[in-house]
């Protein structure tokens, strides 16, 4: 085995770059970096929960968005009905996108490929739709968070330095769970129903409920991403659970690499970089944007992290 | 009774556009195993070559026919230029590929056009109600949109049922390598079914113009709903595809007029009318839910390959 891989190398150098960025942050008194990150890091949670199921499990869930809604709207509903205290507010988000993810994954397990895609996506849509359909809580123009979840002291939720603490800390919690479940024996038996269902049951073991456990699992995780961005952004409202919105998040888990560790990571930095870049750049960066995604689709095989494994060998 | 049989044409004539729409997916679908995100976004193509063309020309129809025109000819350039790499590749591909081409097509659109909406007036002789009962007018063209759907619709049928092409089609759908085997030039098959399915889309788009406006993003919301009806129909079956559209169709536009009244005999007003809405919108996605959880293949399944 080698010691040295260009991709060990790489994340490494982007790990490290996570950790050091307030720093950096503070020093050039560049805010707006920080507020930057701290959006890719709680997306890079929700797409390292998105590859648990896809990359791991071979569920291709098309509506993986509906868990940040879900969580963003537990804190924000909370907040409103006067409940500020986050050891409350994000046991709440959690539950509720376990429970959802319950409900959702039992029904939509029954199916497979192109139809499983579609009906998670259907059931977004109708998490879409109620939370449009909240007059109490902003209906369709969102509920705004008027105060940050309070952690008694714990910690500072509107100090940036120290959410963005909280958000990576978050990040590097759930990447340790996935790394510690995927190479457990439930997360062996996970991948072998990726690769063949029928012979894994033949051996005996009950698909459905490792991937409905597996699927809970990272529902749950998502929904942590969703409480964290309401905290971000002061704010929650349907569109965070729009389709667009699960897509998103499918094409960082495919740009970064499916089925690894960091890849997620590093294709939600990519991504939103990216397109923070190209805004700049350009009114119209999706121009750019869209036959970009296309290229890496045609070409770019294993996304990122397969890139980086091929430039190891090469 | 008015509204009733109102309601119920309405629920027939957007069940139709939909089937327009879920037609070309679904052969698209069916017979190239491809997932075209980005069917909505050559509907909105649709509507606004038709309004541009319509401007031009000065004519209603001249303009509808040159927009069509201009979908397939879109569609062809599409398949060959993109989309036929993706043949064969994993589905999570192609769902990446087409969301990608979505937000390129949404993008163009607005900088070709602009960000505001376009309008695409109707000639004076479609605006006309015409009594359908005694006491009963529909407007004419809503009318017109049921006529166009329903010809389309057979043709449709007659042309994959009866023609030769239909039959290489059919062919293709079941067996790709064998046809090719047997010297038929699949590419160009594909490329055509993939063209025509273009031009029912833009069909959907231009036809639903003048009714709503022409913007960026119209085509992402009825493109859901073309998904929900080729999986409640059974994917790649354009018999299910027609059965499932006009049930949605129906479902959607009579829970959307008669649920808030029916809600309310029940709940409060207030409680009524904010529930009502959101459960109108959301009462397709139950449907297609149920189906999935009782017949997950959907329920009229095309032949297995």
Redesign the interface.
């Known amino acids: 085995m080698k010691t040295f891989s260009v991709s060990k190398a790489v994340t490494a150098l982007m790990l490290a770059g996570l950790v050091v960025l307030p720093l950096y942050s503070n020093l050039s008194g560049n805010v707006f970096i920080l507020t930057l990150f701290t959006r890719i890091v709680i997306l890079a949670l929700a797409a390292a929960s998105l590859n648990l199921i896809m990359g791991f499990g071979g569920m291709m869930s098309f509506g993986h968005a509906a868990y940040l809604g879900i969580g963003g709207y537990a804190v924000g509903m909370l907040a409103q009905e006067g409940i500020g205290s986050g050891f409350i507010q994000f046991p709440v988000a959690l539950a509720a996108s376990a429970i959802y993810a319950l409900v959702i994954g039992t029904l939509s397990l029954r199916t497979r490929g192109v139809y499983f895609i579609m009906i998670t996506l259907a059931f977004a849509q109708m998490a879409y739709y109620v939370a449009s359909g909240l007059a109490r809580y902003g209906g369709d123009d969102g509920l705004t968070v008027y105060k940050r979840s309070d952690f008694s002291g714990l910690i500072n939720l509107s100090n940036r330095t120290q959410f963005y603490y909280l958000c990576l800390a978050c990040l590097f919690a759930v990447i340790f769970l996935i790394w510690r479940i995927v190479n457990s024996r439930f997360g062996l038996v996970v991948q072998g129903l990726r690769s063949n269902e029928q012979r894994m049951q033949a051996i005996g073991f009950p698909a459905k409920r490792y991937q409905l456990v597996c699927f809970v699992i990272s529902g749950t995780m998502c929904g942590l991403a969703g409480a964290l961005l309401a905290n971000n952004t002061d704010f929650v409202s349907p569109a965070v659970m729009y389709w667009t919105r699960s897509g998103d998040l499918m094409v960082m888990v495919i740009l970064g690499g499916m089925g690894t560790l960091f890849g997620p990571v590093m294709g939600a930095v990519v991504y939103l970089l990216l397109e923070e870049f190209l805004s700049q750049l350009t009114e119209y960066w999706a121009l750019i944007m869209g036959p970009l995604l296309l290229l890496i689709v045609l070409f770019g095989r294993g996304g990122i992290m397969g890139l980086l494994g091929r430039l190891n060998r090469g | 009774m008015l509204l009733v049989v109102e309601q119920f044409l309405n629920g027939l004539q957007f069940g139709l556009l939909l089937f327009l729409l879920a037609a070309g997916l679904t052969l698209v679908?069916g017979i190239m195993d491809l997932?075209n995100?980005a069917h909505g976004s050559l509907y909105m193509m649709g509507a606004y070559f038709a309004a541009t063309f319509a401007a031009w020309t000065g004519s209603f129809l001249l303009g509808a026919l040159l927009a069509l025109g201009a979908t397939l000819v879109l569609g062809i350039v599409l398949e060959m230029s993109?989309l036929r790499?993706?043949y064969g590749?994993d589905?999570?591909?192609h769902?990446?590929?087409t969301?990608?081409?979505?937000?390129?097509?949404?993008?163009?659109v607005?900088?070709i056009w602009g960000p505001a909406g376009l309008a695409l007036p109707l000639p004076a002789w479609l605006t006309v109600p015409v009594p359908i009962l005694p006491g009963i007018h529909y407007p004419a063209y809503r009318l017109a949109i049921i006529v166009v759907a329903l010809l389309v619709a057979l043709l449709l049928y007659l042309g994959v049922m009866r023609t030769r092409i239909g039959m290489l089609i059919r062919a293709g759908a079941s067996n790709r390598e064998m046809i090719g085997a047997l010297g038929i030039n699949i590419k160009l098959l594909y490329t055509l079914v993939f063209g025509l399915g273009a031009a029912l889309a833009g069909l959907a788009g231009m036809m639903q113009a003048p009714i709503l406006t022409v913007q960026i993003g119209m085509g992402?919301n009825i493109l859901?709903l073309a998904?929900?009806i080729i999986?409640i129909g059974g994917?790649g079956s354009i018999r299910g595809a027609f059965l499932a559209a006009i049930f949605v169709g129906m479902i959607d536009t009579l829970g959307r007029a008669f649920l808030p009244n029916l809600l309310r005999q029940v709940l409060s007003g207030a409680a009524a009318s904010?529930?009502a809405?959101?459960?109108s919108?959301?009462l397709i996605?139950?449907l297609?839910?149920i189906v999935?959880?009782v017949r997950?293949?959907?329920l009229f399944p095309a032949n297995r390959r």
């Open positions: 679908f997932v995100l993109a790499h993706l590749r589905h999570l591909d769902v990446l590929a969301f990608g081409l979505i937000l390129f097509f949404n993008e163009a607005r900088l992402e859901i998904f929900v999986v994917i904010t529930a809405p959101a459960l919108s959301m996605y139950l297609m839910a999935l959880v997950p293949e959907g």
